[in-house]
């Protein structure tokens, strides 16, 4: 095996699948030091990439530009000489950008078998729930590359930090007794826990707790968090509840969590950011299951579910509208149970 001095990992989306590549990213810098990592990825994520300091050069890709930009991001890529390229998408585009000749090329696998028996037939047949990091790491195994077992994380720069206090300071955080993270977003509605069931947590928190809660999420829940608030502030009369959804990046986001004593989030991207920022996390799954590899990346997290339904899991990325027409997987969370276990996770110590 010749020397690997430059490499290049793809992953286009999202969010979520990109946080988790960070460990990868680290052993891979720490098996060759001296070389030069890059990364190809969206543009609308490649922030959660820039400011990883195991990365030199990230590559960014406009969807909008089409095939087009397709062909110049590839041009790119052969004029680079790659050593190695490390596909975690496998993908149609990943697979059009690794077709360059010359380099070595490892392929994530994405379990697709057990995968569909587990979706279509509701056989499982996956040995354990193996977290996607691992999935990722083990493309590298024959470099001699294992997992750290040092967990996520996202390098953000200082000017961001500095800027998300500024934006937090005018709520006096400091007043209340506990800071909640509430992220009632996702892309799929069968991946949405109700919003008013966020909202009974979040006054559960506010009436019992004394607390503040912070709403997070993309631009698309920008109304949907707003209403949430709106609802709580209403509830207790006061301005216990503030909407940041569709007003801060990624990073921003990230940096406002460290705030957040815990986070209550469907299975979605802001999930794998609250891991990464060493957040307490309970995270509500509905038509998703752990053996997907996509559960929060950290031991000491909650994953609340409604077990022992035949129809679940109907999809390992979420649907439009419940197949079933009764949405057990969700409206069968209790929201008491939600907000018990997230007091007891953010009253616990860290040892």
């Not at 490649?46 to 990230?58: D, G, Y």
């Not at 989030?265 to 995270?283: C, E, F, P, S």
């Amino acid at each position: 095996m010749g020397p690997i001095n430059k490499t290049l990992v793809i992953r286009f989306s999202s969010i979520g699948d990109i946080v988790l590549t960070s460990p990868l990213l680290r052993v891979l810098r720490a098996r060759f030091p001296k070389s030069q990592i890059d990364f190809v990825t969206r543009t609308e994520f490649a922030e959660l990439i820039r400011s990883n300091q195991n990365v030199n050069r990230t590559f960014e890709f406009d969807a909008a530009g089409g095939f087009e930009a397709l062909q110049r991001l590839k041009k790119t890529i052969r004029e680079e000489r790659y050593d190695l390229l490390v596909d975690l998408h496998d993908s149609l585009r990943s697979k059009y950008l690794r077709s360059i000749r010359g380099p070595k090329r490892v392929v994530v696998d994405k379990r697709i078998l057990e995968r569909s028996m587990l979706v279509k037939f509701k056989k499982n047949v996956f040995r354990g729930v193996v977290s996607v990091v691992d999935r990722y790491i083990e493309t590298l195994k024959d470099f001699g590359i294992e997992n750290d077992q040092k967990g996520l994380e996202l390098h953000i720069p200082d000017e961001v930090l500095f800027g998300v206090s500024g934006k937090l300071a005018p709520l006096k955080l400091n007043r209340f007794e506990k800071v909640v993270a509430l992220c009632p977003g996702a892309r799929h509605f069968t991946k949405r826990w109700p919003a008013e069931r966020f909202a009974r947590v979040g006054s559960a928190f506010v009436q019992k707790l004394d607390a503040k809660v912070l709403l997070f999420g993309g631009a698309a829940d920008e109304p949907l968090c707003r209403q949430i608030a709106w609802e709580l502030n209403n509830q207790a009369g006061t301005d216990r509840a503030s909407s940041f959804a569709g007003h801060l990046g990624l990073l921003e986001t990230a940096a406002a969590m460290q705030y957040c004593d815990v986070v209550i989030t469907n299975d979605t991207g802001l999930m794998h950011i609250a891991a990464a920022m060493r957040r307490k996390i309970v995270a509500i799954f509905g038509s998703t299951v752990k053996e997907f590899g996509f559960s929060p990346y950290d031991p000491s997290a909650v994953v609340v579910e409604r077990p022992g339904l035949p129809c679940r899991p109907c999809s390992h990325i979420g649907r439009s509208e419940c197949p079933e027409r009764h949405f057990k997987c969700m409206t069968e969370i209790d929201p008491e149970s939600v907000f018990l276990r997230a007091r007891e996770l953010s009253e616990r110590t860290v040892e």
